[in-house]
Protein backbone atom coordinates (compact mmCIF):
# COMPACT_ATOMS: atom_id res chain seq x y z
CA UNK A 1 0.00 0.00 0.00
CA UNK A 2 1.15 3.61 -0.95
CA UNK A 3 0.28 6.41 1.52
CA UNK A 4 0.29 9.73 -0.54
CA UNK A 5 -1.49 11.90 2.03
CA UNK A 6 -1.90 11.06 5.47
CA UNK A 7 -0.76 8.11 7.59
CA UNK A 8 -1.69 7.60 11.42
CA UNK A 9 1.08 6.83 14.33
CA UNK A 10 0.10 3.14 14.48
CA UNK A 11 0.26 2.57 10.86
CA UNK A 12 3.80 4.34 10.45
CA UNK A 13 4.63 1.71 13.52
CA UNK A 14 4.09 -0.77 11.67
CA UNK A 15 6.69 -0.22 8.61
CA UNK A 16 9.03 2.52 10.34
CA UNK A 17 12.11 0.34 9.82
CA UNK A 18 11.62 -1.27 6.76
CA UNK A 19 14.27 -0.56 4.56
CA UNK A 20 11.91 0.84 1.45
CA UNK A 21 10.66 3.43 4.11
CA UNK A 22 12.35 6.78 4.82
CA UNK A 23 10.79 9.15 7.88
CA UNK A 24 12.17 12.54 7.47
CA UNK A 25 11.98 15.24 10.41
CA UNK A 26 10.83 18.33 9.38
CA UNK A 27 10.58 20.04 12.67
CA UNK A 28 11.20 24.19 12.36
CA UNK A 29 10.64 27.19 14.22
CA UNK A 30 10.50 30.12 11.74
CA UNK A 31 11.92 32.65 14.73
CA UNK A 32 14.78 30.13 15.81
CA UNK A 33 15.84 28.42 13.10
CA UNK A 34 18.07 25.98 14.68
CA UNK A 35 15.24 24.70 16.74
CA UNK A 36 14.24 21.86 14.33
CA UNK A 37 17.74 20.33 14.51
CA UNK A 38 18.11 20.65 18.24
CA UNK A 39 14.83 18.73 18.97
CA UNK A 40 15.63 15.92 16.73
CA UNK A 41 19.09 15.63 18.34
CA UNK A 42 17.17 15.04 21.88
CA UNK A 43 14.86 12.30 20.53
CA UNK A 44 12.97 11.24 17.01
CA UNK A 45 11.02 8.62 15.54
CA UNK A 46 13.47 5.90 14.87
CA UNK A 47 15.27 5.96 12.08
CA UNK A 48 14.30 9.61 10.89
CA UNK A 49 16.70 11.64 9.22
CA UNK A 50 16.27 15.92 9.81
CA UNK A 51 15.95 18.10 7.25
CA UNK A 52 15.78 22.03 7.42
CA UNK A 53 13.25 24.13 5.44
CA UNK A 54 15.80 26.94 4.77
CA UNK A 55 18.89 24.85 3.83
CA UNK A 56 17.19 21.92 2.48
CA UNK A 57 13.87 22.57 1.48
CA UNK A 58 13.92 26.08 0.36
CA UNK A 59 16.04 28.38 -2.57
CA UNK A 60 18.27 31.21 -2.84
CA UNK A 61 16.17 34.49 -1.41
CA UNK A 62 18.00 36.34 -4.88
CA UNK A 63 17.48 34.81 -8.05
CA UNK A 64 19.66 34.96 -11.05
CA UNK A 65 18.03 38.69 -11.98
CA UNK A 66 18.63 39.83 -8.35
CA UNK A 67 15.02 40.37 -7.78
CA UNK A 68 13.77 39.11 -4.46
CA UNK A 69 11.89 35.82 -4.22
CA UNK A 70 10.23 35.51 -0.94
CA UNK A 71 11.98 34.00 2.63
CA UNK A 72 11.46 30.33 1.03
CA UNK A 73 11.33 30.00 -2.44
CA UNK A 74 11.62 26.84 -4.45
CA UNK A 75 14.81 24.99 -4.75
CA UNK A 76 16.87 24.46 -7.78
CA UNK A 77 15.31 20.90 -8.88
CA UNK A 78 18.56 19.30 -9.22
CA UNK A 79 19.83 20.02 -5.30
CA UNK A 80 16.31 19.12 -4.22
CA UNK A 81 17.49 15.88 -6.32
CA UNK A 82 20.87 15.88 -4.81
CA UNK A 83 19.14 16.20 -1.10
CA UNK A 84 16.85 13.37 -1.94
CA UNK A 85 19.33 10.85 -3.18
CA UNK A 86 21.59 11.93 -0.18
CA UNK A 87 18.67 10.83 2.18
CA UNK A 88 18.57 7.97 0.57
CA UNK A 89 15.71 8.42 -1.47
CA UNK A 90 14.68 6.22 -4.13
CA UNK A 91 12.05 5.58 -6.54
CA UNK A 92 10.10 3.04 -4.86
CA UNK A 93 10.94 4.73 -0.97
CA UNK A 94 8.14 5.20 0.65
CA UNK A 95 8.68 8.73 2.68
CA UNK A 96 6.74 10.16 5.63
CA UNK A 97 7.25 13.63 6.98
CA UNK A 98 6.48 15.23 10.28
CA UNK A 99 6.58 18.05 12.34
CA UNK A 100 5.63 19.15 15.53
CA UNK A 101 3.21 21.80 14.70
CA UNK A 102 0.36 20.15 13.21
CA UNK A 103 2.05 19.63 9.60
CA UNK A 104 2.64 23.57 8.97
CA UNK A 105 6.31 22.17 8.06
CA UNK A 106 5.79 18.54 6.50
CA UNK A 107 3.43 19.47 3.73
CA UNK A 108 6.11 21.30 2.00
CA UNK A 109 8.05 18.41 2.07
CA UNK A 110 5.50 16.44 0.54
CA UNK A 111 4.36 19.02 -1.97
CA UNK A 112 8.39 19.06 -2.99
CA UNK A 113 8.54 15.43 -3.61
CA UNK A 114 5.07 15.43 -5.67
CA UNK A 115 6.25 18.70 -7.53
CA UNK A 116 9.34 15.96 -8.55
CA UNK A 117 6.72 13.29 -9.39
CA UNK A 118 7.05 11.08 -6.36
CA UNK A 119 3.68 10.50 -4.66
CA UNK A 120 4.63 8.04 -2.40
CA UNK A 121 4.87 10.48 0.14
CA UNK A 122 2.60 11.24 3.23
CA UNK A 123 2.47 13.53 6.62
CA UNK A 124 2.33 11.92 9.68
CA UNK A 125 -1.41 13.18 10.82
CA UNK A 126 -1.36 14.68 14.52
CA UNK A 127 2.31 15.32 13.94
CA UNK A 128 5.54 13.85 16.68
CA UNK A 129 2.42 14.07 19.04
CA UNK A 130 0.39 11.25 17.91
CA UNK A 131 3.33 9.44 18.14
CA UNK A 132 3.91 9.89 21.69
CA UNK A 133 0.26 9.51 22.53
CA UNK A 134 0.37 6.03 20.91
CA UNK A 135 2.69 5.20 23.45
CA UNK A 136 5.68 4.90 21.18
CA UNK A 137 9.67 5.28 21.80
CA UNK A 138 12.11 7.98 20.50
CA UNK A 139 15.47 7.52 19.53
CA UNK A 140 18.54 9.66 19.85
CA UNK A 141 20.79 7.70 17.36
CA UNK A 142 21.95 9.67 14.26
CA UNK A 143 22.31 7.10 11.64
CA UNK A 144 22.57 8.32 7.93
CA UNK A 145 21.32 5.94 4.67
CA UNK A 146 23.20 4.40 1.72
CA UNK A 147 22.22 6.83 -1.25
CA UNK A 148 19.48 6.55 -3.03
CA UNK A 149 18.54 6.63 -6.91
CA UNK A 150 15.95 8.86 -6.85
CA UNK A 151 14.87 10.49 -10.15
CA UNK A 152 12.39 13.37 -10.95
CA UNK A 153 8.92 12.15 -13.08
CA UNK A 154 6.44 13.88 -13.96
CA UNK A 155 5.13 16.69 -11.90
CA UNK A 156 2.09 16.15 -9.99
CA UNK A 157 1.43 20.01 -8.73
CA UNK A 158 0.99 22.96 -10.29
CA UNK A 159 2.91 26.32 -9.32
CA UNK A 160 2.44 29.97 -10.58
CA UNK A 161 4.89 32.84 -10.35
CA UNK A 162 4.24 36.70 -9.60
CA UNK A 163 3.49 37.89 -12.89
CA UNK A 164 0.20 35.69 -12.97
CA UNK A 165 -0.79 37.00 -9.61
CA UNK A 166 -0.50 40.19 -11.16
CA UNK A 167 -2.74 39.17 -14.39
CA UNK A 168 -5.43 38.04 -12.30
CA UNK A 169 -5.77 41.37 -10.45
CA UNK A 170 -7.18 42.47 -13.76
CA UNK A 171 -9.07 39.49 -15.19
CA UNK A 172 -9.78 37.53 -11.21
CA UNK A 173 -9.86 34.17 -13.28
CA UNK A 174 -8.76 32.49 -10.24
CA UNK A 175 -9.36 32.84 -6.41
CA UNK A 176 -6.39 33.44 -4.61
CA UNK A 177 -6.50 31.55 -0.41
CA UNK A 178 -4.06 33.33 1.79
CA UNK A 179 -3.19 30.56 4.86
CA UNK A 180 -1.93 33.09 7.57
CA UNK A 181 -3.46 34.03 10.40
CA UNK A 182 -6.47 35.77 10.17
CA UNK A 183 -4.52 39.12 11.97
CA UNK A 184 -1.94 38.85 9.48
CA UNK A 185 -4.04 38.51 6.80
CA UNK A 186 -5.90 41.72 7.96
CA UNK A 187 -2.74 43.83 8.05
CA UNK A 188 -2.30 43.13 12.00
CA UNK A 189 1.05 41.92 14.25
CA UNK A 190 2.96 41.61 11.24
CA UNK A 191 6.58 40.37 12.76
CA UNK A 192 8.02 38.41 9.91
CA UNK A 193 7.38 40.46 6.84
CA UNK A 194 8.02 44.40 6.31
CA UNK A 195 4.61 44.95 5.22
CA UNK A 196 1.41 44.32 6.67
CA UNK A 197 -1.93 43.42 4.58
CA UNK A 198 -2.50 40.65 1.94
CA UNK A 199 -2.79 40.22 -1.76
CA UNK A 200 -5.91 42.45 -2.97
CA UNK A 201 -9.29 40.03 -3.91
CA UNK A 202 -7.33 37.07 -1.77
CA UNK A 203 -9.31 35.01 0.66
CA UNK A 204 -8.38 34.21 3.92
CA UNK A 205 -8.31 30.44 4.91
CA UNK A 206 -5.95 29.78 7.93
CA UNK A 207 -4.04 26.47 7.86
CA UNK A 208 -4.84 25.54 10.93
CA UNK A 209 -8.81 25.07 10.20
CA UNK A 210 -8.20 22.12 8.13
CA UNK A 211 -7.11 20.40 11.89
CA UNK A 212 -9.91 19.53 14.42
CA UNK A 213 -9.22 20.23 18.08
CA UNK A 214 -6.82 17.74 19.12
CA UNK A 215 -4.35 19.09 15.86
CA UNK A 216 -5.22 15.86 13.55
CA UNK A 217 -6.83 16.43 9.72
CA UNK A 218 -10.83 16.57 9.89
CA UNK A 219 -12.37 13.96 8.23
CA UNK A 220 -12.05 13.57 4.53
CA UNK A 221 -15.68 14.16 3.93
CA UNK A 222 -15.56 17.60 6.34
CA UNK A 223 -12.63 19.06 4.46
CA UNK A 224 -14.31 18.69 1.31
CA UNK A 225 -17.89 20.43 2.31
CA UNK A 226 -15.54 23.51 3.78
CA UNK A 227 -13.18 23.80 0.82
CA UNK A 228 -15.77 22.83 -1.90
CA UNK A 229 -17.84 26.14 -0.17
CA UNK A 230 -15.17 27.95 -0.31
CA UNK A 231 -13.50 27.77 -3.43
CA UNK A 232 -15.69 25.78 -5.73
CA UNK A 233 -13.50 24.90 -8.66
CA UNK A 234 -9.99 23.96 -6.99
CA UNK A 235 -8.59 23.95 -10.84
CA UNK A 236 -9.04 27.84 -10.21
CA UNK A 237 -7.17 28.38 -7.24
CA UNK A 238 -4.43 29.47 -5.85
CA UNK A 239 -2.81 28.63 -2.62
CA UNK A 240 -0.32 31.11 -1.12
CA UNK A 241 0.82 32.22 2.72
CA UNK A 242 3.62 34.43 4.01
CA UNK A 243 6.67 32.34 2.19
CA UNK A 244 4.84 29.15 0.66
CA UNK A 245 5.03 26.51 3.11
CA UNK A 246 1.84 26.60 5.04
CA UNK A 247 -0.20 26.87 1.77
CA UNK A 248 0.78 23.36 1.13
CA UNK A 249 -0.61 22.39 3.99
CA UNK A 250 -3.99 24.14 2.68
CA UNK A 251 -3.03 21.65 -0.69
CA UNK A 252 -2.77 18.71 1.24
CA UNK A 253 -5.89 19.41 2.78
CA UNK A 254 -7.42 19.75 -0.57
CA UNK A 255 -6.06 16.30 -1.50
CA UNK A 256 -7.06 14.30 1.78
CA UNK A 257 -11.03 15.78 0.57
CA UNK A 258 -10.02 14.74 -2.99
CA UNK A 259 -10.18 18.50 -4.36
CA UNK A 260 -7.06 18.16 -6.56
CA UNK A 261 -5.93 20.67 -8.99
CA UNK A 262 -5.03 23.74 -7.45
CA UNK A 263 -1.85 25.98 -7.29
CA UNK A 264 1.43 27.01 -5.50
CA UNK A 265 1.82 30.84 -5.60
CA UNK A 266 5.54 29.92 -3.93
CA UNK A 267 6.45 33.61 -3.51
CA UNK A 268 3.64 34.36 -1.58
CA UNK A 269 2.95 37.78 0.54
CA UNK A 270 6.94 37.67 1.59
CA UNK A 271 7.86 38.18 -2.23
CA UNK A 272 4.68 40.57 -3.29
CA UNK A 273 5.36 42.63 -0.35
CA UNK A 274 8.69 43.42 -1.43
CA UNK A 275 7.73 45.75 -4.21
CA UNK A 276 6.30 48.69 -2.93
CA UNK A 277 4.60 49.07 -6.44
CA UNK A 278 2.18 46.41 -5.78
CA UNK A 279 -1.24 47.18 -4.31
CA UNK A 280 -1.65 46.09 -0.52
CA UNK A 281 -5.04 45.20 0.56
CA UNK A 282 -5.72 45.58 4.36
CA UNK A 283 -9.08 44.99 6.81
CA UNK A 284 -11.16 43.45 4.32
Not at 49 to 61: C, I, M, Y
Not at 105 to 125: I, K, S, T, Y
Request: hydrophobic share 40%; with cysteine; net charge negative.
Amino acid sequence: MRYTTLISATELAQHVLQPDWIVLDCRHDLTQPDAGRLAFEVGHIPGAQFVHLDRDLSGAKIGADGVFRGRHPLPDPDALLETLRRLGIGKQTQVVAYDAQGGMFAARLWWLLRWLGHDAVAVLDGGLQSWLADGLWLSVELKGRPRGDFNAGTSLTRSVDVQTILVNLEQATHRVIDARAPDRFRGENETIDPVGGHIPGAQNRFFKDNLDAAGYFKPAQQLRDEWQAFIGDPQAAIMQCGSGVTACHNLLALEVAGLRGAALYPGSWSEWCADPARPVATND
